[in-house]
């Protein structure tokens, strides 16, 4: 069974920086993209960034040139390295994997921007 677990959420005050993990245990073939989203309260999940083998690497509009999503294959593990948080980037963020036929969600993890 596949499960996604995210960790390095908190809360930070703005401009500052955090460091979003995302574990996959399990087997996973035929990964096609991975993600990472965010749904801040009130409003609709958003993609903030994709690594794709087709399309390779998008990014937000809202999130350019200030996070960067990678990969450690051999930990099985998603990073988002997010710097000169703003107010703006509370919400709660998800990582996603997508195959030929499936699709896995962790769970989920907040991030509070504020002083």
């Known amino acids: 069974q596949v499960q996604l677990v995210e960790s390095g959420g908190g809360l930070v005050q703005p401009g500052g920086s955090l460091r979003l993990s995302c574990a996959a245990s399990g087997s996973i073939s035929a990964i096609y993209a991975v993600a990472w989203y965010r749904q801040a309260p009130g409003k609709q999940r958003e993609l903030v960034v994709s690594i794709s083998s087709f399309t390779g690497t998008a990014y937000a509009d809202s999130v350019k040139g200030r996070f960067t999503i990678y990969r450690d294959l051999a930990k099985n593990t998603l990073y988002l390295q997010m710097n000169s948080l703003k107010p703006e980037d509370t919400a709660v963020y998800y990582c996603?994997?997508?195959?030929?036929?499936?699709?896995?969600w962790g769970q989920g993890i907040e991030v509070t921007v504020s002083s």
């Open positions: 996603n994997i997508q195959t030929a036929s499936l699709e896995y």
